[in-house]
């Protein structure tokens, strides 16, 4: 069965250059131009992914996502026009997986959501972590000291690759690359994304120094 994708885009050339690019990859692409119309979709239709515009003419992307993931973990990818949206897009609480900056090439976006929906696949073979940490991969969560972590999917799988291997230092790249980010992703939205799950191990551990930066190297999860 291929991948089901909801496009939620108002835009029609930019929607029939998406629609095109995936269809010709295999896809099975959905289309609606508002937010509500996007929500209400869902509710009746299950996708894989879920590929969001940010500025929409009944609502703005950011609280659709947040309607979405009141109830669904699907992959979120944004589009967006605007450079200055991009910390909102990768920042604490919004929830989505990636994002494309307009003008993109439908190439560019396809390839990040066949990388999403790769990783977003549970791995069979990943080491059971220690120190306090539980995954649960069926249903994408971390509990840390008893209590789930509300992590995001790119947290949840550079969490899930730092606790696989404790006092490993993992590379920028190689986190990136297990939350499914592409590869042209900036190192600040890696670094964005562990300031979060910092802030996400705090509030449950506080004062323990959990994830350690090394420079130029990258992050290891060091267990107490
Ligand atoms: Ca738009």
New binding site residues.
């Given amino acids: 069965m291929p991948a089901r994708i909801l496009l939620v ?3 029609l050339p930019i929607a029939d250059n998406v629609i095109l690019g995936l269809e010709r990859d295999g896809f099975a692409c959905a289309h609606v131009m508002l937010g509500a119309a996007c929500l209400e979709f869902l509710q009746t239709n299950p996708v894989d992914l879920v590929i969001l ?1 940010v ?2 003419p009944d609502s703005n992307g950011f609280d659709v996502c947040k309607a979405i993931r009141r109830t669904s973990n699907v992959p979120i990818v944004f589009l967006t026009a605007r450079a200055d949206e991009i910390d909102r897009i990768v920042g604490l609480e919004i929830g989505a997986d990636d994002y494309v900056l307009k003008p993109f090439s439908p190439r560019e976006l396809v390839v990040r959501v066949k990388t999403i929906l790769r990783r977003s696949k549970p791995a069979l073979s990943n080491p059971p972590a220690g120190g306090g940490f539980q995954i649960d991969e069926a249903r994408a969560c971390i509990v840390f000291a008893g209590v789930p972590l509300n992590l995001t999917r790119a947290e949840f799988f550079m969490l899930r690759t730092l606790a696989s291997a404790p006092q490993k230092v993992f590379s920028r790249q190689a986190l990136m690359d297990a939350a499914g980010l592409a590869d042209a992703s900036l190192e600040r939205v890696i670094d964005t994304h562990i300031k979060s799950i910092r802030a996400k191990l705090a509030a449950v551990s506080p004062g323990l120094e959990l994830i350690r930066t090394h420079r130029g190297f990258g992050y290891s999860l060091n267990l107490p």
Wanted: a negative charge; zero cysteines; glycine letters at 16%.
């Fill in positions: 885009e108002d835009d515009d500025g929409l």
